[in-house]
């Protein structure tokens, strides 16, 4: 299938908002039954869906529009000297490329990491069921590019492949890491990736500006927003 009008779309009742605590959410599913392919996964993220798992999604609240999906122009992308200095703090650690599945140390370490930065979140307490069934999919080009310092595996970025870019689907690393900033070299390295493979778009997700652990977002610029179904420059203000 590649024709996105062919699709049927679930709407959620309306439960706990994940980013603002004084809020209900309700979430937009493409049906589950429905065959997905690498186009129409790539259509999907141009209209600002996400992929958890096989499940593909998007927020669809009533009255709210606080989730705005963001991605980064790789051409235009203004690395500042900050972005080099973390680049060369972690010039020492190597990258591998590892197939989505479940991997015993890969686990391991996402658990440290949700025990350690999401306590209070819905992601807490992390299971081996949890991990494949976010993290993994049937259908998309994912791969887990894992960061090592001399062997230790550090953090590991979970990415999907589009037909226009890369989707930063998730990043986990080990909390006692602080100094190396290793969340914010993952879309670094991410970028990179991007630019060798002639791919003009980095897929970041959702901002959302009245929750912190969003903020970070902000800082890769110049970055785009879908906005009435448009791409346009960023407002870190909307």
Not at 166 to 174: E, P
């Amino acid at each position: 299938m590649s024709d996105l009008s062919e699709l049927r779309f679930f709407r959620t009742p309306a439960h706990r908002c994940s980013y603002l605590e004084d809020r209900e959410a309700i979430t937009l599913f493409v049906d589950p039954a429905t065959p997905v392919n690498g186009a129409v996964y790539s259509a999907l993220s141009r209209r600002g869906f996400r992929r958890s798992g096989d499940f593909l999604y998007r927020p669809h609240c009533d009255g709210c529009q606080a989730c705005i999906a963001v991605r980064i122009p790789v051409a235009s992308f203004d690395w500042r000297r900050r972005h080099r200095r973390l680049m060369r703090r972690n010039a020492d650690l190597t990258v591998e490329i590892r197939p989505a599945r479940f991997d015993r140390e890969l686990y391991n370490l996402y658990a440290s990491y949700i025990d350690s930065r999401h306590g209070d979140g819905d992601m807490y307490p992390p299971s081996e069921e949890q991990f494949t069934g976010f993290l993994i999919s049937q259908w998309s080009d994912t791969r887990f590019y894992c960061f090592r310092e001399r062997g230790r595996l550090v953090a590991v970025a979970v990415v999907d492949r589009l037909e226009d870019g890369l989707s930063a689907v998730y990043s986990f690393y080990d909390p006692q890491q602080a100094r190396r900033g290793l969340g914010n070299l993952a879309i670094l390295w991410q970028l990179e990736r991007c630019r060798r493979e002639g791919l003009p778009y980095l897929y970041l997700g959702y901002w959302v500006s009245e929750c912190q652990k969003m903020a970070y977002k902000s800082q890769f610029q110049p970055m785009e927003q879908l906005r009435n179904n448009l791409w346009q420059p960023f407002q870190a203000s909307s």
